[in-house]
């Protein structure tokens, strides 16, 4: 396995997510995952959405995303032909021997060669038309939504592709909170949707908890990063909360954190501070 599927497997495997598990959180087939950590690069889409595949597993394993995004593999160049060697200088005597027997055989081909035919060229036949390509650019009303095209992730709005093979293609948008939007659209020429979307009805919503607990674990989102807490043998909770989340839990609990420096932890009211240093993966016990 190369080194870049290698990270992602190890990755993966540390946080405790199965292929299927990772594939619903990121809203992709699970076949992208298996050839991103197999390094089967021709069987994913088109580079810029690969890239953009690669970026988003990443980001949800804790990873930085830009050494990885090193390790894929650029399209292939092709390299200049090699320079035709030289041959060496034959002696003079060959060499006036060769040009006597060279001038000879050409007088006796002049005289003795048949009366030549006419060759008609055959012309090639044309090659196929390379298949046109278009740029889409997509608009929300609110902004922020996610695009997909043909199931796959493309970005969030407002988003301009890169130029994309044409034809009908399946184009849904989708933002919390509101009703997906999606339709088939002809993408013949360079394209341009503004899609309003249309808000869902709203539940009242709970009360605020208080951000400080007496008997309680609190867990503040001051960066992103991916977290597990477990109760003994039971799994409380696992993700990658919103930034300004407050996760409340009763002791006593075990928390893994992906990035410690974005987590303030809070216990039984008291301020305790960042989880640990930004970037490093860190599990601590609260008895």
Same mark, same amino acid.
């Given at each position: 396995?190369?080194?870049?599927?290698?990270?992602?497997?190890?990755?993966?495997?540390?946080?405790?997510?199965?292929?299927?598990?990772?594939?619903?959180?990121?809203?992709?087939?699970?076949?992208?995952?298996?050839?991103?950590?197999?390094?089967?690069?021709?069987?994913?889409?088109?580079?810029?959405?690969?890239?953009?595949?690669?970026?988003?597993?990443?980001?949800?394993?804790?990873?930085?995303?830009?050494?990885?995004?090193?390790?894929?593999?650029?399209?292939?160049?092709?390299?200049?032909?090699?320079?035709?060697?030289?041959?060496?200088?034959?002696?003079?005597?060959?060499?006036?021997?060769?040009?006597?027997?060279?001038?000879?055989?050409?007088?006796?081909?002049?005289?003795?060669?048949?009366?030549?035919?006419?060759?008609?060229?055959?012309?090639?036949?044309?090659?196929?038309?390379?298949?046109?390509?278009?740029?889409?650019?997509? @608009?929300?009303?609110?902004?922020?939504?996610?695009?997909?095209?043909?199931?796959?992730?493309?970005?969030?709005?407002?988003?301009?592709?890169?130029?994309?093979?044409?034809?009908?293609?399946?184009?849904?948008?989708?933002?919390?909170?509101?009703?997906?939007?999606?339709?088939?659209?002809?993408?013949?020429?360079?394209?341009?949707?503004?899609?309003?979307?249309? +808000?869902?009805?709203?539940?009242?919503?709970?009360?605020?908890?208080?951000?400080?607990?007496?008997?309680?674990?609190?867990?503040?989102?001051?960066?992103?990063?991916?977290?597990?807490?477990?109760?003994?043998?039971?799994?409380?909770?696992?993700?990658?909360?919103?930034?300004?989340?407050?996760?409340?839990?009763?002791?006593?609990?075990?928390?893994?954190?992906?990035? +410690?420096? @974005?987590?303030?932890?809070?216990?039984?009211?008291?301020?305790?501070?960042?989880?640990?240093?930004?970037?490093?993966?860190?599990?601590?016990?609260?008895?």
């Amino acid at each position: 396995m190369c080194e870049l599927g290698e990270r992602l497997r190890r990755a993966r495997e540390e946080r405790g997510l199965s292929l299927k598990e990772a594939a619903e959180r990121l809203s992709l087939k699970v076949g992208v995952l298996e050839a991103l950590e197999a390094c089967r690069f021709a069987e994913l889409p088109e580079p810029a959405l690969a890239r953009g595949y690669l970026r988003r597993y990443a980001r949800l394993l804790g990873l930085d995303p830009e050494p990885l995004l090193a390790l894929y593999p650029k399209a292939p160049t092709l390299e200049p032909p090699p320079p035709p060697q030289r041959r060496g200088r034959p002696w003079a005597l060959w060499l006036f021997l060769l040009l006597g027997l060279g001038a000879l055989g050409y007088g006796a081909y002049l005289l003795l060669r048949p009366a030549p035919t006419q060759v008609v060229a055959v012309p090639e036949p044309p090659k196929p038309p390379e298949p046109l390509r278009y740029t889409l650019r997509v @608009g929300s009303e609110p902004p922020g939504a996610r695009v997909y095209l043909d199931g796959f992730y493309l970005g969030q709005t407002p988003l301009v592709t890169p130029p994309l093979e044409g034809g009908r293609r399946v184009l849904r948008v989708e933002l919390p909170g509101y009703a997906p939007w999606e339709e088939e659209i002809a993408l013949d020429r360079h394209l341009s949707l503004n899609v309003r979307l249309t +808000p869902l009805p709203q539940a009242p919503s709970p009360a605020p908890a208080p951000s400080a607990q007496a008997g309680k674990l609190v867990l503040r989102l001051e960066g992103r990063s991916w977290l597990r807490v477990t109760q003994g043998e039971k799994r409380l909770y696992e993700g990658i909360p919103e930034v300004g989340t407050e996760l409340s839990f009763d002791l006593p609990v075990e928390v893994r954190a992906g990035n +410690p420096g @974005g987590v303030r932890v809070l216990l039984d009211g008291k301020d305790l501070g960042l989880m640990g240093e930004p970037g490093k993966p860190l599990t601590r016990s609260f008895p």
